[in-house]
């Protein structure tokens, strides 16, 4: 006897749970032909296609579906958002933010579009999105970062340097903060404080090539030309590329 959509549908939850995904997207295909009304099983199999296919058009897709189902569910918004921000379709992925924000303004909701807007170069409104997230959860040291490169492409450099020490101040383990604190000192000519910052960020990670290159434009303007060199090879043997 062929099993009902409601049989189908718990199978494959069991199978999800089991951490089959394979044969969990299967079933939920099965159980979707059978019934093309169900949010519920669209939304699922679009986690799928996001959390562990990382097939993105797929699931913005799916998320499609699940929206044209029940328009007011600011999770479909949220993960079709960031399923077009993977697949650059950044302006589409502003608009979905924006619907979840209106459903339901979380913090990371104001974050992710901030990344998409940052994306798109809109970079004011992308510093006010992270002001938002930032304001809504203050704990989030990403957020002080990502605000941070934000305030730098504005070339607002005091409240991008004030940001990154935030950042710091939250995660000094995190060699991303001192990388981008110590470009932005670069772009402030304190050759000194940004050295600084790139020494940290190597003897963090010592195989991230921007903060080679970096420390090498820092010896470059403070004359140390050999050591310059130097760094310039290393990033190069990493993969980094200047832009």
Known sequence: M?????ELLQEAEKFYEEEDYNTAEIVYSEALKLNQKSEVAFFERAQIYYYHFYTYDKAAADLSKAIELNPQKNDYYYLRGVSYFYLKM???SVADFTSAIKINPTHYYFFYRGNAYFELKIYDKSAEDYAKAIELNPEGADYYEMRGNAYAKLKKYDAAISDYTTAIRMDSANLYYYDARGWTYLEMEN??????DFNKAIKIFSKYGSSYYGRGKCYESLGEIENAKADFSEAEKLGYKPE
């Open 2 to 6: 062929a099993k009902s959509f409601e």
């Open 90 to 92: 950044h302006e589409k």
């Open 191 to 196: 050759f000194r404080q940004a050295l600084f």
